[in-house]
């Protein structure tokens, strides 16, 4: 198993294909990590993309995308060991570095998809996202009468 094995997730609250479009640019996943060298070893399409890292470390990344409610999640993971020996915390503060990079890059892009929406709401076009006081008109359940 790689030293370092990071997966992150979050929900981005726009259309897949347009997410999908946006991160699968290579050139963006080197600006998020200019010290790695990310190719491309399987383009999924709406999926995601699967890489070898190269660089300041070696082993595999990838993005995911699963469909969920009128979003999809980005399920994100690099699994790599250093190019050089690193421990303890150095190791610890080189898997934040590349935590935070992820999140400030694609929180600043859930913004950018988002924007205009207000939190909460489902987005614009899209089915209901999460039936609250809406009426979707199917019952959420079903009850069974009593036993006497």
Do not use: N
Request: net charge negative; glycine share 8%.
């Amino acid at each position: 198993m790689p030293v370092l094995d990071i997966s992150c997730d979050d929900l981005v609250v726009a259309d897949q294909a347009y997410v999908a479009e946006r991160l699968g640019s290579d050139t963006l996943w080197r600006e998020w990590w200019p010290d790695l060298t990310l190719t491309p070893s399987e383009r999924r399409g709406l999926e995601g993309v699967r890489w070898l890292v190269t660089g300041a470390a070696i082993g595999t990344a990838e993005w995911w995308l699963e469909p969920v409610r009128d979003g999809v999640v980005v399920h994100w993971y690099l699994r790599v060991d250093p190019a050089r020996a690193v421990r303890g915390q150095a190791l610890a503060r080189l898997k934040e570095r590349y935590v935070a990079a992820y999140r400030e890059h694609l929180w600043r892009f859930k913004d950018e998809a988002e924007a205009g929406r207000p939190a909460g709401e489902r987005r614009t076009g899209s089915e209901p996202a999460i039936v609250s006081g809406e009426d979707s008109g199917s019952p959420v359940h079903q009850t069974r009468p009593a036993k006497r």
